[in-house]
């Protein structure tokens, strides 16, 4: 069974980290390009920071210089480690494998004092 399941959301403070996880099962990391997406209420789902199979990453202008996307083969799972964090950065926050065509269920990242 092909599943990707994200964990490590929670409510934080302005300026505080979180390190979220995609955990996938099926299918293999190294060998697909894969990204964190997000989405906000109201808002279209958007790609925060991708990652491809020769380690090459990507990030959003809003995500440059506070977040880092990182994957360990041997776990088959993804990373985002997110520092710095805004309130405009609450969403939920999704993982996708782009071979697959996989996305998990979402973590929810609440930034609020």
């Known amino acids: 069974q092909v599943q990707l399941v994200e964990s490590g959301g929670g409510l934080v403070q302005p300026g505080e980290s979180l390190r979220l996880s995609c955990t996938a099962s099926g299918i293999s990391f190294r060998l697909s390009t894969t990204g964190w997406y997000r989405q906000a209420p109201g808002k279209q789902r958007e790609l925060v920071a991708s990652?491809?199979?020769?380690?090459?990453?990507n990030y959003a202008d809003s995500a440059k210089g506070r977040f880092t996307i990182s994957r360990d083969n041997a776990r088959n799972t993804l990373y985002l480690q997110m520092n710095s964090l805004k309130p405009e950065d609450t969403a939920i926050y999704y993982c996708?494998?782009?071979?697959?065509?996989?996305w998990g269920q979402g973590t929810q990242v609440t930034v609020s004092s």
């Open positions: 996708y494998h782009v071979r697959t065509g996989t």
């Open positions: 990652i491809t199979s020769a380690g090459a990453t």
